[in-house]
């Protein structure tokens, strides 16, 4: 596997080529289109699943965490394209085009762009970069390629305006229901706290009211919870289950097990 390799630096464009099935967790802080050129792409968050193949489109919405799986076709390459839209760029783009949000966007946090001739004109412009590591792309020409796309995207969807161009901090959310939908990502607690519109500090107080329990700790006795109920009732392997759970390593999830229930994984089957 090559990449990620940066076309622009500064989080603009990225290419990633692999001939094995990959998974991995992301944490998205800025709006990110996201350009299919082969393999399958498919973003699984506690709302959605969404999946899409050569030639398509993807726009995933800021602050999210997900899992992405990228596989590659039979015989064949995985190969993606990732413009993240990066708040002050969008900031300028605003300013120079007098674009704002009217409304509060209430669409799907993430959704697959309907394809037409001047997104694929686009896309087919982009590809070129990435494959020759952006050894020809300026700062200048690939902040251009950005607002390309983010003026195609709004002649395609023009309510994507309020999608891309509300600036405002994301409202609290109900800490419990997320935090049970989410607690088997392994991001820190500082990108769970950003993910649910709090300070560091008011989720460690809302946490501790709400679990009765710091997020670290909880984390950890919640994961050894769920692994200890998967290798009793479906006799799933530790090694199957472990980095599913948010553990960074067999061993460490072994240690941590072993610990708490006074026995070690493999044990348990």
Same mark, same amino acid.
């Given at each position: *596997?090559?990449?990620?390799?940066? +076309?622009?630096?500064?989080?603009? #464009?990225?290419?990633?080529?692999?001939?094995? %099935? %990959?998974?991995?967790?992301?944490?998205?802080?800025?709006?990110?289109?996201?350009?299919?050129?082969?393999?399958?792409?498919?973003? $699984?968050?506690?709302?959605?699943?969404?999946?899409?193949?050569?030639?398509?489109?993807?726009?995933?919405? =800021? &602050?999210?965490?997900?899992?992405?799986?990228?596989?590659?076709?039979?015989?064949?390459?995985?190969?993606?394209?990732? +413009?993240?839209?990066?708040?002050?760029?969008? %900031?300028?783009?605003?300013?120079?085009?007098?674009?704002?949000?009217? =409304?509060?966007?209430?669409?799907?946090? &993430? *959704?697959?762009?309907?394809?037409?001739?001047?997104?694929?004109?686009?896309? !087919?412009?982009?590809?070129?970069?990435? =494959?020759?590591?952006?050894?020809?792309?300026?700062?200048?020409?690939? +902040?251009?390629?950005?607002? $390309?796309?983010?003026?195609?995207?709004?002649?395609?969807?023009?309510?994507? %305006? @309020?999608?891309?161009?509300?600036?405002? !901090?994301?409202?609290?959310?109900?800490?419990?229901?997320? *935090?049970?939908?989410?607690?088997? #990502? @392994?991001?820190?607690?500082?990108?769970?706290?950003?993910?649910?519109?709090?300070?560091?500090?008011?989720?460690?107080?809302?946490?501790?009211?709400? #679990?009765?329990?710091?997020?670290?700790?909880?984390?950890?006795?919640?994961?050894?919870?769920?692994?200890?109920?998967? /290798?009793?009732?479906?006799? !799933?392997?530790?090694?199957?289950?472990?980095?599913? /759970?948010?553990?960074?390593?067999?061993?460490?999830?072994?240690?941590?097990?072993?610990?708490?229930?006074?026995?070690?994984?493999?044990?348990?089957?």
């Amino acid at each position: *596997m090559t990449g990620p390799e940066e +076309i622009l630096p500064g989080v603009i #464009f990225y290419s990633y080529l692999s001939a094995e %099935r %990959r998974e991995k967790v992301c944490f998205w802080k800025d709006p990110t289109l996201i350009l299919q050129v082969s393999g399958q792409f498919t973003l $699984e968050t506690f709302e959605q699943t969404l999946s899409m193949t050569g030639g398509e489109m993807m726009l995933i919405g =800021r &602050n999210q965490v997900g899992t992405l799986t990228k596989t590659p076709l039979a015989e064949g390459n995985y190969e993606t394209i990732v +413009i993240s839209l990066q708040a002050e760029l969008l %900031r300028k783009i605003a300013l120079e085009e007098k674009l704002e949000a009217d =409304r509060k966007y209430i669409g799907p946090p &993430n *959704m697959l762009i309907p394809s037409n001739e001047f997104l694929q004109g686009y896309f !087919q412009s982009i590809v070129p970069y990435a =494959r020759s590591s952006g050894a020809e792309m300026t700062d200048e020409m690939g +902040i251009l390629k950005v607002k $390309e796309g983010v003026k195609l995207l709004l002649h395609a969807i023009p309510a994507l %305006r @309020n999608f891309l161009f509300d600036f405002s !901090q994301p409202y609290k959310i109900d800490l419990e229901k997320f *935090m049970i939908s989410n607690f088997h #990502f @392994n991001i820190p607690v500082e990108k769970f706290a950003q993910l649910t519109g709090r300070s560091l500090a008011a989720f460690k107080r809302d946490f501790q009211k709400t #679990f009765g329990s710091a997020p670290r700790r909880w984390l950890l006795d919640k994961r050894l919870k769920v692994a200890k109920h998967l /290798l009793e009732t479906r006799h !799933q392997r530790p090694s199957a289950i472990y980095l599913d /759970l948010g553990f960074e390593s067999l061993a460490h999830f072994s240690k941590s097990f072993k610990k708490k229930f006074g026995k070690a994984p493999s044990e348990m089957m």
